[in-house]
């Protein structure tokens, strides 16, 4: 804008740019605002959301009896990172039940829904064990074969080889172990050595 040398110029350019440009600022500054109150509202909305499947997923673990309810929990969370938490602890209750198919759907639901890389391969590595339990050994290995990140390839080799000792493919499984320690799963895990030393020893005879 010019530099005006009298108030009385300063004050008859005010009033011709608002009479220029006056609706438009109108308009902007209820957009602005109303821009602003959705944002406002739609926060306050994740948070109520949030708090209210936080609230849900307490209820749902003090009942004890997480596996008969997680289903409707899951039907109203389905959206929350609460739904995925509910699916694996009812997924181990249901191992710890013998019931493989409910564990693998839980699982199967945990991997399909989380977005977490590390939470995704945490749900297909517990979903491959649990197929390999019910002997649906491609289907493990299948979900073995998943991307997942790097610091997990010590543990996708040792349910590998887990799953190859239970095929009786020793040969393979001994690899699939020794892949393991390479990248250093028994650094943490003792019974991994242990069991490629099985091999080991069994391959000598």
């Known amino acids: 804008m010019e530099i005006y040398s009298t108030e009385e110029q300063q004050a008859e350019a005010i009033k011709r740019f608002f ?21 406002k509202a739609y926060n306050q909305h994740q948070i109520d959301t949030a708090e209210a499947s936080s609230e849900a ?41 013998g019931k493989l198919d ?12 989380v977005k977490t890389p590390e939470l995704k391969a945490t749900a297909y590595l517990r979903l491959a064990r649990v197929q390999a339990a019910r002997e649906d050994y491609s289907a493990a290995l299948a979900t073995l074969g998943n991307s997942m990140p ?5 543990q996708v ?11 009786g493919k020793k040969d393979a499984a001994r690899d699939a172990y020794q892949k393991a320690v390479t990248a250093g799963g028994s650094d943490n895990n003792p019974l991994l050595q242990i069991k490629l030393d099985d091999l080991a020893g069994t391959a000598a005879l």
């Open 102 to 113: 409910v564990a693998q759907e839980k699982l199967t639901f945990a991997a399909d829904s």
């Open 150 to 154: 790097e610091s997990f390839v010590a």
């Open 19 to 39: 009479r220029e440009n006056g609706t438009s600022l109108i308009i902007g500054a209820v957009l602005g605002l109303g821009g602003l109150y959705g944002w």
């Open 57 to 97: 997923y307490n209820q749902l673990v003090d009942s004890g009896d997480v596996l008969t309810k997680s289903d409707d929990f899951l039907v109203n969370n389905g959206e929350s990172s609460y739904a995925v938490l509910a699916a694996f602890v009812a997924a181990k209750e249901a191992v710890e039940q």
């Open 157 to 167: 080799a040792e349910v590998k080889g887990d799953i190859l000792l239970a095929q």
